[in-house]
């Protein structure tokens, strides 16, 4: 069973610092997603990750993807409030349509 | 595009009774899929169509629970008899799977709030 971990599960960060979200997972895959949910909102897709070594930006965001490590991580430059969202990382099994989800990283952003 | 579109948004019920979620896919997908997200298990997929056709159901917690695909723009999931621990956020997402077997990215619908008392 393809198991997705992210940590930190919560984050508080004052404006202006960076910040790193990792997602680990269990088994070999070449799809990886991040999502942002706001409180009562859906799940909005941010960056689509299919190559070992793809990075995206957008923004003050950006996404890699390390599939030997089983690792990606999503950066925060200079947050800012608007920033402060649950951030999901989804991992595509071998199976080819399922996706397995982290538990989400809660982050808040304090001026 | 619309999106994917789900209603209601937020359904009250008692428990015992039916409930009805719908769906209605991006057009040109192929692919839909119903999710439940709660604080203690977070997301969780019940039920993958390709082409309307079910393909793998075997999130869906029990027999109270049937999900229906009757064309490529609607589907629906179905509680019947409604509980109280049925109460959680029930998301649908489209997406397009290609001949070559890749799935572009999962689009998510609004979702709909279910609160069985």
């Known amino acids: 069973e393809l198991k997705v971990e992210q940590n930190p599960l919560f984050l508080s960060m004052q404006e202006g610092k960076n910040y790193t979200i990792y997602c680990n997972y269990s088994t070999t895959s070449d799809r990886l997603y991040w999502y942002r949910q706001d409180p009562g909102k859906s799940l909005e897709s941010l960056f689509v990750?299919?190559?070992?070594?793809a990075v995206k930006q957008e923004g003050r965001l950006m996404a890699s993807l390390d599939t030997k490590a089983r690792l990606s991580t999503l950066h925060i430059t200079a947050a800012v409030h608007d920033l402060s969202a649950t951030y999901f990382c989804?991992?595509?099994?071998?199976?080819?349509?399922?996706?397995?989800f982290g538990k989400g990283t809660s982050l808040l952003v304090t001026p | 595009d619309a999106g994917v579109i789900q209603s209601p948004r937020h359904e009250v019920t008692e428990m015992g009774q039916e409930v009805t979620l719908r769906c209605k896919p991006i057009s040109g997908h192929n692919s839909l899929f119903w999710y439940r997200q709660t604080m203690m298990r977070g997301l969780e997929l019940l039920i993958y169509f390709n082409n309307n056709v079910p393909i793998d159901d075997s999130g869906m917690p029990e027999d109270r629970f049937s999900a229906k695909m009757p064309n490529a723009s609607f589907s629906t999931l179905k509680i019947q008899p409604s509980e109280p621990r049925d109460s959680a956020v029930y998301f649908c997402a489209s997406s397009f799977l290609r001949t070559s077997g890749a799935l572009s990215e999962q689009y998510f619908g609004p979702g709909t709030r279910l609160t069985v008392t």
């Open positions: 990750l299919l190559s070992n070594g």
């Open positions: 989804a991992v595509g099994s071998n199976s080819g349509y399922a996706l397995n």
